[in-house]
């Protein structure tokens, strides 16, 4: 295969990857998406697993390559045929962690024989053989020649951010399971004095080593940078709470993409490069629109949780106050005699499955006359896009469906707003001087003339905040899980 072609193939993988990427950027579309990238990433380890054929001149070292493809993909087919949709968070960070771990084995090999990789020429090549004055013919190897600084500045910087992705993504992971004991496992941030100082020392003492490295080319310097990368890695996420984690896992999701384009510029990968970029910058956009629905600021989550005391407010109010709570039955009596409906879905919808559930009260209820509507709050759930997957999995018609900044004009009309499983995205105390999620957009549900609300309890929500929607005389609470609940409501509605 010649490099004219392999350049053509990556070409046409990077236009797949941008497709992929503008299919992903509305349900319609997705399946395209998807489909543009499987085709992408298909073409693009084909056409390197013949260029590494190419360059060794023979297929021996391919069987190494099959073997890791069949042991990968095979891993991941099984993870992904048998995650719950809940469970689709922790997925997503175990998969990223990978990536930053994969960008720092492929940095070390590097660092360790790069003529494998073609930084530099192989020390085969520089052998000189000369005799001695007493006849002694002698060969010897000329020393390795030193990889350029261009390369070692590469390989600093992809080692580092794949090694801040994998231990950050490693504890992403733990915190969205929710199941584990470790205390740097549990959703509540993990803050102590002078943490800021901490990751600004470790941060500065990592770019001085990947200098150090850079110029006199040491071992050391470059374990040590890596080591502390990794502490770093775990220090930027413990600080950030639950109620941040969907700006977290779209932060890891960019830092990945950097990682691997980091790692291409140091193989002369225009395919790793350029999916790379598109992995980090798409990410990177991802964040800082979470940040805006979450009135966070970027760079505080990027640098690890500059404001982390907002998501660590105190739980709820400790003085017990009166709810109006009623049956399915009642509920399904106010929404049977509704004009308009708009159906919020939260991660409580997610964890009791309940999305088939939901999109059968809506069929029985658009079949009485009654027009449906679901509002998607950009941060519903624990990861980006969450409920919109959620609703899709249920084959909830795309035009029913209605982001935040679309829908929110409309709850001042609705008869009836059904809140099933959300909590913070549908506060008013966003809108009150002083509460922790003040600025925050939410969906104003409290605006609808009547609310249901589904929850198992009165617990607050990520933001530990309580929420005064509960309260209002306008609202009934619906206790208990959201499948059975919907059911029931359901089977009531006449």
């Not at 960070?93 to 720092?104: D, E, K, P, R």
């Not at 069929?363 to 509002?375: I, R």
């Not at 759930?381 to 909830?396: F, I, S, W």
Request: with cysteine.
């Amino acid at each position: 295969m010649s490099m004219n072609l392999v350049t053509l193939l990556y070409l046409v993988a990077s236009v797949c990857f941008i497709q992929a990427l503008k299919g992903l950027s509305h349900p319609t579309t997705s399946i395209r998406g998807n489909v543009f990238g499987m085709v992408g990433m298909t073409i693009a380890v084909l056409t390197t697993a013949a260029l590494i054929v190419r360059l060794a001149g023979s297929p021996l070292g391919l069987g190494w390559v099959l073997v890791g493809l069949v042991i990968g993909g095979g891993a991941g087919a099984f993870m992904a045929q048998r995650v719950e949709m809940t469970k689709m968070p922790e997925l997503v960070a175990f998969m990223h962690s990978m990536i930053g771990l994969a960008a720092v084995f492929i940095a070390v090999a590097a660092v360790v024989e790069p003529w494998a990789f073609g930084i530099v020429p192989p020390p085969a090549t520089g052998m000189v053989t000369y005799t001695t004055q007493a006849g002694i013919v002698i060969t010897q190897g000329v020393a390795r020649m030193p990889i350029p600084y261009g390369n070692r500045l590469e390989l600093f910087l992809g080692a580092a951010i794949g090694a801040i992705t994998f231990s950050g993504s490693v504890i992403a992971f733990g915190k969205l399971s929710g199941k584990y004991k470790f205390r740097l496992f549990q959703g509540a941030p993990v803050q102590f004095k002078g943490q800021h100082t901490v990751n600004l020392v470790l941060g500065l003492a990592t770019i001085g080593l990947g200098l150090v490295y850079m110029a006199t080319e040491s071992w050391s310097a470059f374990l040590l940078m890596l080591a502390l990368a990794f502490v770093m890695g775990v220090l930027i996420i413990i600080p950030i709470g639950g109620a941040d984690m969907p700006v977290v896992v779209s932060m890891l999701n960019s830092y990945s993409g950097w990682a691997a384009a980091g790692i291409g510029f140091s193989l002369n990968n225009s395919m790793l490069i350029i999916a790379g970029s598109l992995v980090g910058s798409s990410g990177a956009i991802l964040s800082y629109i979470m940040c805006k629905a979450m009135n966070r600021s970027f760079f505080s989550v990027i640098l690890g949780g500059f404001g982390g005391e907002a998501t660590a407010a105190t739980a709820g109010s400790a003085v017990q106050r009166p709810v109006k709570s009623g049956s399915a039955d009642d509920a399904a009596f106010v929404l049977g005699n509704a004009e308009t409906v708009i159906i919020v879905p939260g991660y409580g919808l997610a964890v009791a499955r309940a999305q088939h559930a939901v999109k059968e009260l809506a069929q029985k209820l658009t079949d009485k006359g009654v027009t449906v509507k679901y509002a998607i709050h950009p941060v519903a759930g624990r990861m980006p896009g969450h409920m919109n997957v959620l609703l899709a999995e249920a084959e909830v018609p795309y035009d029913q469906v209605f982001e935040m900044e679309d829908i929110n004009s409309e709850f001042g009309q609705a008869d009836v707003a059904i809140i099933l499983g959300a909590n913070d995205v549908v506060n008013p105390a966003a809108h009150t001087k002083g509460s922790p999620i003040y600025g925050m957009p939410i969906l104003e549900a409290y605006k609808a003339k009547t609310v249901i609300v589904n929850k198992r309890s009165m617990a607050a929500g990520y933001a530990g905040l309580d929420n005064e929607l509960f309260y209002m005389d306008k609202t009934m609470m619906v206790f208990g899980d959201a499948k059975k609940v919907v059911e029931d409501m359901m089977k009531a509605v006449e």
